[in-house]
Every structure is written in structure tokens, then in C-alpha cells.
């Protein structure tokens, strides 16, 4: 079956510690993105991506790296930086000129 | 740049009664619209989308929404929902080079049996 696996699917970050998500997609979609989701405040944008070894900052990116070595997978890096890492993270992704995205299923991240 | 607005955090109906969730957008460019809905523990799927033509679209479950360019929105109607629509839904925008969507926060509805 083609789609979006986001791996874990539960993480928990010690105070200090930079943590990696995983997104990996078999759908041969162009562009990725990643969101974060936090109660009440909807999805919010961190990085985006349109083409392999090409990415851009969305709105909430500071705290947060990423990477696109290859084009179907886009980790997502949240580094000591970002002090209030709770949240629920969702990849996505999606054909170029296409406006429909594909999301994961999502990872769970808290503070130890 | 676009922002969404949805005007209700939370909608609880019963069963089988109407129900509308309601989202304004404001961007200085033209749009395209979307909806998507959330299960409990899930990504986001695509419910519908407006893109251009006709105002009114749906989706294979009932629902519809519609677009109004003088209010700047695009709510979410069902004339009868059932348990299985609980869910969390979003409304979302983006301009036509559709490269971003911007989301809004989400409106969770609950079904009362």
C-alpha cells in the first residue's frame, strides 16, 4: 500500500537531548511538509520541502532542523533548542501542482 | 499570506441533527479551500475542496460546504450526522500556487446519541 509512515509513533525527549522524527513516503509526492499540532492552536508549519536538497522554513521553525537527502524521505530534527517540545507532529506530503496532502499518521512527542 | 479562522473550538449535536461548522479566511490573493477531518489518533484526511466553479461542493459522506468570496467563508454543513463524524475537523486555506496551506485551529465535533 503507498503512503506517509511516521515513525515512532510515541517519543519522549530528556531535557537536553536533540530527538529525530521519521517520515518516509512510497508515493513518489514531490513536496513535504511537517506540522506541528498543539490543543486549540490547529496545525502550524515548520519546514517544507518542494524539492530533494531544498527546504524552506514555515511559520514555527526555530528550534527544529530537517533534511531531504532523498525525495522520499524528510526527517524532522527537535533539537535543546526548542523549549516546549510537546506536541503532536504530522508529515505530510504531495504531488507538485497537485493541491491535495497526504498526511502520517503522527508521532507523539513529550518531555521526560 | 492567509490566515483561517474557525469560530467554534467545539460543536456537540445529537445524533442525526444538523449541524454546521463555521470558517472565515482572509488572504489579499485568490484561494483555494479545503477541509479536512481527524480521527481520534490519526493524520488528516482530505473531506473536500474548492478549487473554482461551482460554489457548493461535497463530499461522499454528506457533507457539504460552501464558498462565499463577499464573507470571505466556507462552512461545513451535514443536515444529518451520525456518531461515526465525531471527529476533529479543519478548515484550510492556501493561494493558487497551492504550495502552503495554512490551517485553522480546528473545531472538534461530538455526537450525542
Known amino acids: 500500500d503507498g503512503g506517509i509512515t511516521q515513525s515512532p509513533k510515541y517519543l519522549f525527549r530528556k531535557e537536553g537531548q536533540n530527538v529525530t522524527l521519521s517520515c518516509e513516503q512510497n508515493l513518489n509526492h514531490d513536496a513535504m511538509y511537517w506540522y506541528r499540532q498543539d490543543p486549540g492552536q490547529g496545525l502550524r508549519l515548520i519546514y517544507y520541502s518542494q524539492i530533494v536538497n531544498d527546504f524552506q522554513k514555515g511559520d514555527i521553525a526555530e528550534g527544529y532542523s530537517v533534511s531531504r537527502e532523498k525525495k522520499e524521505s524528510f526527517p524532522l530534527t527537535v533539537t535543546s533548542a526548542q523549549k516546549n517540545p510537546t506536541a503532536f507532529y504530522l508529515c505530510a506530503s504531495k504531488r507538485q501542482n497537485n493541491e491535495k496532502l497526504f498526511f502520517g499518521s503522527g508521532t507523539q512527542l513529550s518531555v521526560l | 499570506a492567509q490566515s483561517v479562522t474557525q469560530l467554534d473550538s467545539q460543536v456537540p449535536v445529537f445524533e442525526e441533527a444538523p449541524v454546521e461548522l463555521r470558517c472565515n479566511y482572509s488572504?489579499?490573493?485568490?484561494?483555494?479551500l479545503f477541509w479536512y477531518v481527524q480521527y481520534p489518533n490519526q493524520g488528516l484526511q482530505l473531506l473536500l475542496k474548492?478549487?473554482?466553479?461551482?460554489?457548493l461542493v461535497e463530499s461522499i459522506n454528506g457533507f457539504e460546504a460552501e464558498f462565499n468570496k463577499s464573507q470571505t467563508s466556507f462552512h461545513l454543513r451535514k443536515p444529518s450526522v451520525h456518531i461515526s463524524d465525531t471527529a476533529e475537523y479543519f478548515c484550510a486555506v492556501s493561494d493558487w500556487g497551492a504550495q502552503k496551506l495554512v490551517f485553522g485551529q480546528g473545531t472538534r465535533l461530538t455526537i450525542n446519541p
Open positions: 474548492y478549487l473554482s466553479g461551482s460554489t
Open positions: 488572504s489579499s490573493v485568490s484561494v483555494y
